[in-house]
Structures are given as C-alpha cells and as structure tokens.
C-alpha cells in the first residue's frame, strides 16, 4: 500500500456547487475508484485549497490511473470538477492536482 497526498485550488465561486456534488458523489464513480485500487480516499478544504489523501492498494499505479481516466462516466465528473479547480502553478509536470511529498507517518 503506498499514501497519497495531492493539493488543487477551488475556485472560490464553486465552492458551494463543489460541496454539493461531492455529497453524493455519482455511484459509477465511487465504483470506478474502488476497481482501480483506491481506498480511504478523503478530500479536505482549507482556505481555498483542496487537500486529497488516498491509500494504493494495487500493483501497478499508472495502469490503474489510465483505467481511470478512460472511464466515459468519470471523464463527465471530470468535466464539471475540471472547472472548478485551480492548479498550482508549482504542480509537477503533466499533474493537474499537485503531487506532494511525505514525510511524517505513524500509525
């Protein structure tokens, strides 16, 4: 299993349309993460930044990640997120969430 942690801004516009599609995420989407090994998935809002934490449970993380994003129903929940979203500009290249660094854990 590998953590995950990755930043995005909100548009501060969306915030409250944000809010409200991610408190019934569409069932087809939650399905799609689950196949693609994501568990304890969590997204976390702090003054405008999104903060999202997910554990891998699968062996083979970019096959996954493709899988998912040829998926017609999580590319439309793409479609409206996309929008919504800030990227960092310090982001890594070819990221839309930017990839960060662990460096504490304990369970």
């Known amino acids: 299993m590998k953590r995950y942690g990755s ?4 548009r501060s516009e969306a915030l409250d ?7 019934a995420v569409w069932p087809e989407v939650l399905a799609m993460i689950h196949k ?4 304890n998935y969590s997204i976390f809002l702090k ?11 699968g062996t083979n ?8 994003a040829a998926d017609p129903k999580t590319q439309e929940w793409w479609k409206i997120m996309i929008p919504m979203q800030r ?3 310090t982001r890594g290249k070819d990221q839309w969430w930017a990839s960060m660094e662990e460096v504490f854990h304990v369970d």
């Open 47 to 57: 003054d405008g930044l999104l903060f999202s934490y997910f554990e891998y449970h």
């Open 17 to 23: 349309e944000y809010k409200r599609y991610h408190a």
């Open 36 to 39: 693609c090994n994501i568990r």
């Open 7 to 10: 930043l995005i801004g909100l």
């Open 87 to 89: 990227p960092l500009e």
């Open 61 to 68: 993380y970019d096959v996954d990640m493709a899988r998912m």
